[in-house]
């Protein structure tokens, strides 16, 4: 496939990634004023909210094989049609129940873009020969990040039923626009020779068609095992990283705030010069080095006495983990296709899902401060793994 080819295609994959990352930071920051609309209580809320990842879980696994039989850029643009569909009907809504309903249908819609267009990524990278995964993950980052912004910003003059139906339309004009270039190419074939890498980390996995061998199948689930320890990370931060400067710090609620925004930053600017740390050292270096450096902001972030300190480990920890969900994902789907992809994003999700109630827990047992540490266990544990992985191989 011809350069030129090539560029418009990841063009057209990063605008999805950005897309998605939008569409869900403008449905998340409306939460508060559509519990209040339901007028659910927080027990119901939370129930509800359920409805996005039990949707997300259950169509990753199924999205791996939609992909392999009809595509990767053909799924993707559907499920960007329903994601701009499903964020529209929250509002519609006036019970917990018919919440809970709509949500499963936007969170089917979130699950199986994220697989689809990881995916059409993985045969890119394949195609080009460079580790690009962080660039289109930092996309997502910055996605979220202007959906989080304006989301604020309108947050008091518009409606939740206007807002998340103009980020129904703009999801319905960047696919309109950006769909066609996925669409009018078939996956790109990977080239040869395979990707340089200053390191080996993985066997290269045989021709596409075939289906994993055992070893393959476990190294698949081991790069999963690296993205829920990185997700669970994402999750506890962004649910109780506040929450601890707040209530453990004495901070004010403004000051609060600038502990997720710092490590949200932090992640989009390690994810956009993640291709060249991963030439630089290569990708198990690029997964031990981060695990290590999250885990060490995590520890200063989670138990330092003053708040510049905790900030300094939130923007520490955001670096650290930035780069390990994406190359967990790219080698699952290097090794196994769409299915490996649906492996690794869904054990991803789990432990987005499983850090908040974890943390809250522990919390409760012990401190929230003692809680958060376990981000920073987790984030060792990562960084074992991939060198595990580097030896297995």
Known sequence: ??????????????????????????????????????????????LALLGVSAGAVVTMILTGRLCRRHGSHRITVVCAVLLSLGVTLPPLTHSALTLGAVLFVFGSAYGGINVAFNSAAVDLVAALRRPIMPTFHAAFSLGGMIGAGLGALVAGSLSPTRHLLGLGIVGLLVTAVAGPALLRQAPPAPAEPPMPS???????????????????????????????????????????????????????????????????????????????????????????????????GMLLGSLAPALWAALLGYLVTGLGLANLFPVAVERAGALAGPGGVAVASTLGYGGMLLGPPAIGFMAEWFSLPTALTSVAVLAGLAALIGFGARRAA
Not at 17 to 37: C, T
């Open 198 to 296: 200053p390191e080996t980390v993985i066997p290269r996995p045989g021709p596409r068609s075939r289906r994993p061998d055992p070893r393959s199948r476990r190294l698949v689930l081991v790069f999963g095992l690296i993205a829920l320890c990185t997700a669970y990370g994402e999750g506890a931060l962004a649910d109780w990283g506040a929450l601890h400067l707040r209530q453990d710090l004495g901070t004010s609620a403004g000051a609060a705030a600038l502990g997720y925004a710092g490590f949200a930053l932090a992640m989009t600017v390690g994810r956009l010069t993640g291709t060249t740390l991963l030439e630089r050292l290569g990708r198990t270096r690029t997964v031990v080095a981060g695990g290590a450096v999250a885990a060490a």
């Open 1 to 46: 496939m011809p350069g030129t080819s090539l560029t418009r295609l990841r063009i057209a994959i990063t605008a999805f990634f950005a897309l998605d990352g939008f569409v869900f930071a403008g449905w998340v920051v409306r939460i508060p004023a559509i519990k209040e609309q339901t007028g659910a209580s927080a027990g119901t809320l939370g």
